[in-house]
């Protein structure tokens, strides 16, 4: 203050130097924003991206502790009634009685594929039973010369599980026998390879031609809910089901062009009836009459199915000599085409 007041023109020159300080500070300090914000546009989306990686770094470990959960689960499972499994899966009938695995080895499930209609009380006739209403001489065979083949053609329509069945396809049902049905086109020609398979000493036995949705669906879940009863995921038992029955709205039996077929000797729709007289009968002689074996042993890998000597689909003569003298799939003939 004495040197302020001394100085004629000190207020003035204290009150500039302490003006240009302030001014100074505040031009630094800009001049750090302005930085920051040149760094900030490099990077415009710096906070954003920061925050992404944290929330998918976290997502990451909350699957990765899911999943490790769920093998060890699977690991060891635990022992489950029918009451604790109809909770985890509302939407699949659960049986009385849940299956243990003993019983199904027995039934050929566990270790061995077994036709899942092999255990139900259907409809099933036998070739005499079934040829008891038909004049003999109306059915022979009729000679006919091959014809040329389409993969448009409707006995070539390819079913599988990465074919569905169209939404608009269309069929007329025929009766084979009582409630026994399939596509009345190739009643004719099944009709004839039943004689033609009695006269050689063969009886064969038919169930389970023509399936509707409601029952393919049933098949399956209750396939699936056998498996989870033995400690299996949904999804591995779903995946596993997928090899046995096919997937419903994928199933050849829903467009009446597929049999189940065996014989009074061996009801067993299992692997051991392709060793059978009937089944290598059938092997050996039902493309003359248009059908093929349509899940051979050895293309599981091609068909999705595990081998069925008992399932027999119709294709049409011309095709069924080609896809059985070659050792086909209808999934590679109809590739081929």
């Not at 003006?19 to 300090?29: A, D, V, W």
């Not at 092997?283 to 059908?291: K, P, Q, S, V």
């Not at 051979?296 to 091609?302: F, L, N, T």
Request: aromatic share 10%; with cysteine; glycine share 8%.
């Amino acid at each position: 203050m004495i040197y302020l007041e001394q100085s004629g023109q000190g207020l003035c020159t204290v009150e500039r130097i302490y003006i240009g300080k302030i001014m100074m500070n505040g031009f630094r300090k800009e001049k750090r924003n302005v930085k920051a914000k040149q760094e900030m546009q490099k990077y415009p989306r710096f906070r954003e991206i920061l925050i992404l990686c944290f929330s998918v770094l976290l997502f990451g470990f909350y699957i990765g502790t899911a999943y490790a959960s769920e093998k060890e689960g699977a690991a060891a499972p635990k022992e489950e009634t029918a009451a604790s499994t109809e909770e985890r899966t509302t939407d699949i009938p659960v049986p009385e009685e849940a299956e243990t695995e003993d019983t199904l080895e027995a039934e050929g499930e566990w270790e061995g594929i077994t036709n899942p209609e092999a255990e139900d009380d259907i409809d099933n006739y036998s070739a005499d039973e079934i040829l008891a209403d038909y004049d003999p001489e109306s059915l022979e065979l009729p000679s006919g010369a091959s014809v040329e083949v389409s993969a448009d053609d409707w006995n070539l329509l390819l079913v599988n599980n990465r074919h569905p069945i169209p939404e608009d396809y269309e069929f007329t049902l025929g009766t084979i026998r009582g409630s026994l049905q399939c596509d009345e086109r190739i009643i004719p020609e099944f009709l004839s390879m039943l004689q033609e398979a009695k006269k050689d000493g063969i009886t064969l036995e038919v169930c389970s031609p023509y399936r509707t949705l409601e029952r393919q669906e049933y098949l399956f879940d209750r396939k699936i809910r056998r498996y989870m009863n033995q400690g299996m995921s949904y999804m591995d038992a779903y995946k596993l089901s997928a090899r046995v029955v096919n997937v419903p709205g994928t199933s050849e039996h829903q467009i009446g062009l597929a049999l189940d077929i065996y014989t009074n000797s061996y009801k067993t729709l299992d692997e051991g009836f392709g060793e059978t007289p009937a089944g290598i009968w059938l092997r050996d002689n039902c493309a003359e009459y248009g059908f093929i074996l349509r899940y051979p042993k050895g293309k599981e890998y091609i068909t999705g199915i595990e081998y069925e000597p008992w399932h027999f689909r119709y294709v049409g003569r011309t095709a069924a000599k080609e896809i059985m003298e070659q050792g086909l799939t209808l999934e590679e003939y109809v590739e081929n085409l």
